[in-house]
């Protein structure tokens, strides 16, 4: 085979030549011929999301009223475009927000049941937590019975628990 075929034959492969030819670095198969290689599609992105880890204003176990929460979570599959937040399980009292990867919401005042495990100077606040997105692309058995109907598939609902401490007193500031 002639020189000139054999570097042409090896370029259109993505060999790389010997060194003797004094060619290129190794190209990647379709450059020479301008393609590009597709994007790899994240098979994730085909499952409705999942909230995988949820945990309030980073594990600790108090926060002061009236102070912003932050909610910590972990999401696989779909990316998340809203989220919605409440005291209530059902999300009633919810609007969607826009997705943000580090939320913080803060409560509204008398949210919370005092006493219990938060003892008599705190109050115990459950919170609800749960994302959507969008379902364009999900085959339709992956949906898992998750749509809403309006072009969203929602994820599941996870909940936490964070003491908020009413009153001042030892170890309250």
Known sequence: MHATAALALALVAGLHPPARWGGPEP????????????AVRDPGQDAPPAITSFRMQGGAPTVLPGAP????????GRTPTAYR???LPDFRDASW????RSPRW????????PGGSCGARG?????YFQVRA???????PRLQGRGDGAGHVLSNVVS?????????GPGVP
């Not at 929460?69 to 696989?76: G, K, R």
């Not at 109050?123 to 919170?127: S, T, Y």
């Not at 936490?160 to 001042?168: D, F, K, T, W």
Request: with cysteine.
């Open 97 to 100: 927000l826009p997705y943000e």
């Open 160 to 168: 936490g628990v964070i003491c908020v401490l009413l009153a001042e």
């Open 134 to 140: 969008e379902a364009t692309g999900i085959p339709e």
């Open 69 to 76: 929460i932050s909610l910590d979570h972990t999401v696989a």
């Open 123 to 127: 109050a115990r606040l459950v919170v």
């Open 27 to 38: 190209l990647a198969l379709g450059t020479l011929a301008g393609l590009h290689p597709p």
């Open 106 to 113: 803060t409560p509204a005042p008398g949210g919370y049941a």
């Open 85 to 87: 937040v409440s005291t």
